[in-house]
Nanobody
């Protein structure tokens, strides 16, 4: 399974970005698709995951970020609004098929004050 991310950029605080991640190489629909992030000097943390039927969000992004997926194309999106400097991190796409987990290479999001 290959994951190709796009959309990371430099943006000012209060701005918006949309990340995309396209999954390929599997015949099956992913159980979970979503995003983690890792800021310098910190552990990787969950941002948002789209399950089949519902979604999970980190408390720090609730109301600002929205995860969505296109199951016909195996693409997951992360719409990020009202970005804050503390959202600066490398964002990693995450896909799970049953017990198999896959990660993208990461895309940098930098939010300036």
């Amino acid at each position: 399974v290959q994951l190709v991310e796009s959309g990371g950029d430099l943006v000012q605080a209060g701005g918006s970005l949309r990340l995309s991640c396209a999954a390929s190489g599997s015949k099956f629909r992913p159980d979970d698709m979503g995003w983690y992030r890792q800021a310098p000097g910190k552990q990787r943390e969950l941002v948002a995951i789209s399950h089949v039927g519902d979604s999970t969000y980190a408390d720090s992004v609730k109301g600002r970020f929205t995860v969505s997926r296109d199951d016909a194309k195996d693409i997951v999106y992360l719409q990020m609004n009202n970005l804050k400097t503390e959202d600066t991190a490398v964002y990693y796409c995450y896909v799970r098929f049953d017990f198999r987990k896959y990660w993208g290479e990461g895309t940098q999001v930098t939010v300036s004050s």
